[in-house]
């Protein structure tokens, strides 16, 4: 069965920086594309950003709203996702999900992130 | 960005009974491959979301088939033909054909 654990999630002041973990097990990691989702309390599911596999470049993707503050990236020697959250702000506070591509078939449990002073 | 606009929002529903939740895109989801990559997905209380259906009418595995998604241009329709009281939760679908990424807003259905 595959299994997403997340990590890393906390409360963390405006401006601030936080780093999200995702460790993927009983799947082709290596040959996937994956995301990162989140939801903010009481509210929709909003697409936070992608990263291709090596074979297809390794390439991010991010939402005009995090773009130039979120980086993806991942170690396929780990099976491990990241997220790197800089210049938090209120609005990202959120659970943040990872999962994987296509169609989003599996998610992990989530993780929250609190961005409060 | 592709808009994703759901109907309706909230949905009262009654076991046995049919339920349908409408989703339209702003823009064409046929991506330049062929696929139309439109997704819905089941958020049931306290979890995470789960896949109920793949590139528009695609039942994902372990779904039951009373579960069905169908395309009009870009109107997208799920429909429940029975419902059960494990189906409550919100619904969404989402457009995967371009990034960014984009969800509706979600549609909350329970049980009447």
């Known amino acids: 069965e595959v299994q997403l654990v997340e990590s890393g999630g906390g409360l963390v002041k405006p401006g601030g920086s936080l780093r999200l973990s995702c460790v993927v097990s009983?799947?082709?990691?290596?040959?996937?594309?994956m995301s990162w989702v989140r939801q903010a309390p009481g509210k929709g599911l909003e697409w936070v950003g992608r990263i291709k596999s090596r074979f297809n470049g390794g390439t991010p993707d991010y939402p005009a709203t995090v773009k130039g503050r979120f980086t993806i990236s991942r170690d396929d020697s780990k099976n491990t996702l990241y997220l790197q959250m800089d210049s938090l702000k209120s609005e990202d506070t959120a659970v943040y999900f990872c999962t994987t591509e296509p169609h989003f078939a599996n998610w992990g449990q989530g993780t929250l992130v609190t961005v409060s002073s | 960005d592709i808009v994703m606009t759901q109907s309706p929002l909230s949905l009262p529903v009654t076991p046995g009974e049919p339920a349908s939740i409408s989703c339209k895109s702003s823009l064409s989801l046929l991506h330049s491959d062929g696929n139309t990559y439109l997704d819905w997905y089941l958020q049931k209380p306290g979890q995470s979301p789960q896949l109920l259906i793949y590139?528009?009418?695609n039942r994902a595995s372990g779904v039951p088939d009373r579960f069905s998604g169908s395309a009009s241009g870009t109107d997208f329709t799920l429909k429940i033909s029975r419902v059960e009281a494990e189906d409550v939760g919100i619904y969404y679908c989402?457009?995967?054909?371009?990034?960014?990424?984009?969800f509706g807003q979600g549609t909350k259905v329970d049980i009447k």
């Open positions: 989402m457009q995967a054909t371009q990034t960014p990424y984009t």
């Open positions: 590139l528009v009418s």
């Open positions: 009983e799947f082709r990691f290596t040959y996937a594309w």
